[in-house]
């Protein structure tokens, strides 16, 4: 059974930093895709990074030069480490693992709080 547990959300103040975590078990870490995703309140859930099994990254234009993806195949984990955080990024982050035939696994989420 594919597990996904997100860990490293809290409050920050603007201009902050914090790193999520996603650890996955019950897969092949290393031949899936890995995604961060994050919906804010009264919004749809938005794409914020991917990570392919290549390390190939993608961003959105919104966090581009302020979040990085990476990922560590040994530990199963994927990272989001976010600076220069403002108030927009607030939201509940999810991880997401794709797999080679296309489906999608959900972590639980992990709320990021940035106050002004």
């Known amino acids: 059974q594919v597990q996904l547990v997100e860990s490293g959300g809290g409050l920050v103040q603007a201009g902050g930093s914090l790193r999520l975590s996603c650890a996955a078990s019950g897969v092949i870490f290393s031949s899936n895709g890995m995604g961060w995703y994050r919906r804010a309140p009264g919004k749809q859930r938005e794409l914020v990074a991917t990570?392919?099994?290549?390390?190939?990254?993608m961003y959105a234009d919104s966090v581009q030069g302020r979040f990085t993806i990476s990922r560590d195949n040994a530990k199963n984990t994927v990272y989001l480490q976010m600076n220069s955080l403002v108030p927009e990024d607030t939201a509940v982050y999810y991880c997401r693992l794709t797999t080679v035939l296309n489906y999608n696994y959900w972590g639980q989420g992990t709320q990021v709080t940035v106050s002004s």
């Open positions: 990570v392919t099994s290549g390390g190939s990254t």
